[in-house]
């Protein structure tokens, strides 16, 4: 168990800042995102440990996280239950200009569904049928809610210059 | 640079960066690791604490409010953007105003962070007696919020007549007699400027005295009793909504390929508006012709309608559907779309008990750039409009 161990710590000392940060932009929320890592992580331990490792940990890692996610987005009162207690200082994410600052800002506002189906899109790089299959929703609910934020977005920068993407039109209900 | 890419860009600079407290995290993990094996023998004894702490926390907290409203004095002064008004208690004047920097952001004033052009503000008073006495009195009201806010410190206080929670502390430096903390959350009234409902906020009612500070504390606890909640402290209406197992068919359209049925129906644990099409979900994959998005109460109230869009294209011409749920004085719903007439439906299920009623278009050309959609009244009077898809033509890819 030692060799495991330490193989595991190895893994962790890698995937930790990512989780934790994948977990951030999720929530939106620094104590959030760690607590969200830090389960995943314990989950991953767990099935390590049974010697059922997965081929690919850190993938597995972040869609435990996820799926831990989606079941935090169920609950109605997250940030209700999140106020009592304490929670580490704002976090951004690095930004070099007031143009990514304020995109942040923009992103953090979303309401969760929306900027969970932006993050795993554009940060995970995840195709609408892999959100939709990790969010547990219909590939068109998916894809009008990413239109839904990106909207949203567009209206809270105030850019109307900014191009919309206007590739072909998917055929998908 | 597009919207994509910037996303990209900013999303994807996080995974090189270091995670702030990334030092003890192997030792947290190993504390959360051990917790694991003692959860079931300590769920048992956790439940039964739990009860007596309901007990000892939630029966004192139900009694009345022991503060003493403030005596009306001769004039009142507004602090909008900490969200208070106060009643100066009587032989009491503001010496000074203490100034921060916030943000006006779609009519609402929010911390500096990053958005618009900061302004200075006045986010904070200092109270002296006119006479003098008390000698060295002084109270100042400050506001504390940020993420790490702790509410331990209200634990053990009290609660104000509209249920904030204050408790007193003692003093911190010498000549302080005590600080008040009184619980005062932040409601944006535009939700989506504040990025939540609620934002952490603690009012700092903090009093010194060189003699006499038994007075002081008095006027601190009117002081207490005394704020008023205005601008973003006071809670907006929430919006009607309905149970999360309900299920309602509120009406059917179309016919052939392009029959629908819009409903409400949960999926999930939530409960959500969904158009299905019976001939996609009889000759299509497995999980094709529903489309469900969960109910979002607060836009529907806010902008009159709450829009979706369907791509048909297992049908001949393959149009875009809109649909979507509107406020229940909605008669009618027009969408207006560039380079086309604007054309009007309207709006059904009203006899179905819901706080809501439901639209959808006829078809509409993919690729269609919409402006907008606009609720009207049963007189066609504008009574709200959403700008839904903004930017993007409709079916484009995300």
């Given at each position: 168990?030692?060799?495991?161990?330490?193989?595991?710590?190895?893994f962790?000392a890698?995937?930790?800042?990512?989780?934790?940060?994948?977990?951030?932009?999720?929530?939106?929320?620094?104590a959030?995102?760690?607590?969200?890592?830090q389960e995943?992580?314990v989950?991953?331990?767990?099935?390590?440990?049974?010697?059922?490792?997965?081929?690919?940990?850190?993938?597995y890692?972040?869609?435990?996280?996820?799926n831990?996610?989606?079941?935090v987005?169920?609950?109605?009162?997250?940030?209700?239950?999140?106020?009592g207690?304490a929670?580490?200082?704002e976090?951004v994410?690095?930004?070099?200009?007031?143009?990514?600052?304020?995109?942040?800002?923009a992103?953090?506002?979303?309401?969760p569904?929306?900027?969970a189906?932006?993050?795993?899109?554009?940060?995970e790089?995840?195709?609408?049928?892999e959100?939709?299959?990790?969010?547990?929703?219909?590939?068109?609910?998916?894809?009008?809610t990413?239109h839904?934020?990106?909207?949203?977005?567009?209206?809270?920068?105030?850019s109307?210059d900014?191009?919309?993407?206007?590739s072909a039109?998917?055929e998908?209900? | 640079?597009?919207?994509?890419?910037?996303l990209?860009?900013?999303?994807?600079r996080?995974?090189?960066?270091?995670?702030p407290?990334?030092?003890?995290?192997y030792?947290?993990?190993?504390?959360?690791?051990?917790?694991r094996?003692r959860v079931?023998?300590a769920?048992t004894?956790?439940l039964?604490l739990?009860a007596?702490?309901?007990?000892?926390?939630?029966?004192?907290?139900?009694?009345p409010s022991?503060?003493?409203?403030?005596v009306p004095?001769?004039g009142?002064?507004?602090?909008?953007?900490?969200?208070?008004e106060?009643?100066?208690?009587?032989?009491?004047?503001?010496?000074?105003?203490l100034?921060?920097?916030?943000?006006?952001v779609?009519?609402?004033?929010v911390?500096?962070t990053?958005?618009?052009?900061?302004?200075?503000?006045?986010?904070?008073?200092?109270?002296?007696p006119?006479?003098g006495?008390?000698?060295?009195a002084?109270?100042?009201?400050?506001?504390?919020r940020n993420?790490?806010?702790?509410?331990?410190?209200?634990?053990?206080?009290?609660?104000?007549?509209d249920g904030?929670e204050?408790?007193?502390h003692?003093?911190?430096?010498p000549g302080e007699v005590?600080?008040?903390?009184?619980?005062w959350?932040?409601?944006?009234?535009?939700?989506?400027?504040?990025?939540?409902?609620?934002?952490?906020?603690?009012?700092?009612?903090?009093?010194?005295?060189?003699?006499?500070?038994d007075?002081?504390?008095?006027?601190?606890?009117?002081i207490?009793g005394?704020?008023?909640?205005i601008?973003?402290?006071?809670?907006p209406?929430a919006?009607?909504t309905?149970p999360?197992?309900?299920?309602?068919?509120?009406?059917?359209?179309g016919s052939?390929?392009t029959a629908?049925e819009?409903?409400?129906e949960?999926?999930g644990?939530?409960s959500?508006?969904?158009?299905?099409f019976?001939?996609?979900?009889e000759?299509?994959?497995?999980g094709q012709?529903?489309?469900?998005?969960?109910l979002?109460?607060l836009?529907?109230?806010?902008q009159?309608?709450?829009?979706?869009?369907?791509?048909?294209?297992w049908?001949?011409?393959?149009g875009?559907?809109?649909s979507?749920l509107?406020?229940?004085?909605?008669?009618?719903?027009?969408?207006?779309?560039?380079?086309?007439?604007?054309?009007?439906?309207?709006?059904?299920?009203r006899?179905?008990?819901l706080?809501?009623?439901?639209?959808?278009?006829?078809?509409?050309?993919?690729?269609?750039?919409?402006?907008?959609?606009v609720?009207?009244?049963?007189?066609?009077?504008e009574?709200g409009?959403?700008?839904?898809?903004?930017?993007?033509?409709?079916?484009?890819p995300i």
């Amino acid at each position: 168990m030692a060799v495991d161990d330490a193989e595991f710590r190895e893994f962790f000392a890698g995937e930790y800042a990512r989780l934790c940060w994948l977990g951030f932009l999720l929530t939106g929320s620094g104590a959030e995102g760690e607590e969200l890592a830090q389960e995943a992580l314990v989950r991953m331990w767990w099935r390590w440990r049974l010697g059922r490792r997965p081929a690919d940990p850190a993938r597995y890692a972040r869609r435990v996280l996820v799926n831990r996610q989606r079941s935090v987005l169920r609950r109605a009162a997250v940030e209700a239950r999140s106020l009592g207690r304490a929670r580490p200082a704002e976090l951004v994410p690095p930004a070099d200009s007031e143009r990514a600052m304020v995109l942040w800002e923009a992103v953090k506002a979303l309401p969760p569904r929306q900027r969970a189906v932006l993050v795993l899109r554009y940060k995970e790089d995840l195709t609408e049928a892999e959100v939709a299959r990790l969010l547990g929703l219909p590939v068109g609910t998916v894809k009008s809610t990413g239109h839904r934020a990106l909207a949203r977005l567009r209206q809270r920068l105030g850019s109307p210059d900014l191009d919309p993407a206007a590739s072909a039109p998917e055929e998908r209900p | 640079m597009n919207l994509d890419a910037e996303l990209r860009e900013l999303l994807g600079r996080v995974d090189e960066a270091p995670w702030p407290g990334e030092a003890g995290a192997y030792d947290r993990f190993l504390r959360r690791r051990r917790r694991r094996g003692r959860v079931a023998v300590a769920t048992t004894a956790c439940l039964a604490l739990v009860a007596v702490l309901a007990g000892v926390v939630l029966v004192p907290r139900l009694r009345p409010s022991r503060v003493v409203p403030a005596v009306p004095g001769p004039g009142k002064v507004r602090v909008e953007s900490q969200g208070y008004e106060l009643q100066l208690p009587a032989g009491w004047k503001v010496e000074r105003e203490l100034m921060g920097t916030y943000t006006p952001v779609a009519g609402e004033m929010v911390p500096a962070t990053s958005i618009g052009v900061p302004r200075p503000a006045v986010v904070g008073l200092v109270l002296v007696p006119r006479s003098g006495r008390p000698k060295g009195a002084r109270i100042t009201i400050t506001t504390d919020r940020n993420e790490r806010l702790d509410y331990s410190v209200f634990q053990g206080g009290s609660r104000r007549a509209d249920g904030r929670e204050y408790r007193l502390h003692p003093g911190a430096s010498p000549g302080e007699v005590g600080r008040y903390a009184v619980m005062w959350l932040d409601f944006c009234s535009q939700r989506r400027s504040c990025g939540g409902p609620v934002w952490p906020r603690i009012l700092w009612v903090t009093g010194s005295a060189q003699a006499d500070g038994d007075r002081v504390l008095a006027v601190m606890k009117r002081i207490v009793g005394a704020l008023r909640p205005i601008t973003n402290s006071r809670r907006p209406p929430a919006p009607p909504t309905v149970p999360r197992s309900i299920e309602v068919l509120l009406g059917t359209g179309g016919s052939g390929r392009t029959a629908w049925e819009a409903r409400i129906e949960p999926l999930g644990g939530s409960s959500g508006f969904s158009m299905r099409f019976p001939w996609l979900q009889e000759h299509g994959k497995k999980g094709q012709g529903m489309h469900w998005e969960s109910l979002e109460p607060l836009d529907i109230q806010q902008q009159g309608t709450w829009t979706l869009m369907d791509c048909l294209f297992w049908s001949p011409g393959s149009g875009v559907l809109l649909s979507g749920l509107a406020r229940k004085e909605v008669a009618a719903v027009r969408f207006e779309l560039e380079g086309q007439a604007p054309a009007t439906v309207p709006t059904f299920g009203r006899d179905k008990g819901l706080p809501w009623v439901a639209y959808v278009s006829s078809m509409v050309p993919k690729s269609s750039l919409i402006h907008r959609v606009v609720a009207l009244d049963g007189a066609g009077r504008e009574i709200g409009e959403e700008h839904p898809f903004q930017g993007d033509r409709l079916c484009g890819p995300i």
